[in-house]
């Protein structure tokens, strides 16, 4: 059974940096693409950045790109995503998933496993 447990959240100041983590357990971790998504109160989830098997490819959504950084360690079975320049708007909860191929994508019915969770908030 694969488990996902985010780490790494809290309260923070707009322009401050956070750095979530993901640890993994079960499963072959190096085989699968992995993702973060997000919920912000009363909005859909949705997609933040993913990164594909082996760590070479990755990819972000237009809101956080320039500012976040997905990477991973198979060695360790660890996902991060470093968060800088935060703004009052990345308040969520932010979600680990493992894809369900090597290759990430943004779309959340794609992913067979989730975390439960970390909240940011950031104020202004």
């Known amino acids: 059974q694969v488990q996902l447990v985010e780490s790494g959240g809290g309260l923070v100041q707009a322009g401050a940096s956070l750095r979530l983590s993901c640890a993994a357990s079960?499963?072959?971790?190096?085989?699968?693409?992995m993702g973060w998504f997000r919920q912000a109160p009363g909005k859909e989830r949705e997609f933040a950045a993913g990164i594909s098997w082996r760590g070479g490819t990755t990819y972000y959504a237009d809101s956080v790109k320039g500012r976040f950084t997905i990477s991973r360690d198979n060695a360790k079975n660890m996902v991060y995503l470093q968060m800088n320049s935060l703004k009052p708007e990345d308040t969520a909860v932010y979600y680990c998933?493992?894809?369900?191929?090597?290759?990430?994508?943004?779309?959340?019915?794609?992913?067979?496993?989730w975390g439960q969770g970390t909240q940011v908030t950031v104020s202004s």
């Open positions: 079960g499963g072959t971790f190096g085989s699968y693409a």
């Open positions: 998933a493992r894809g369900g191929s090597r290759y990430a994508t943004a779309f959340a019915r794609q992913y067979d496993y």
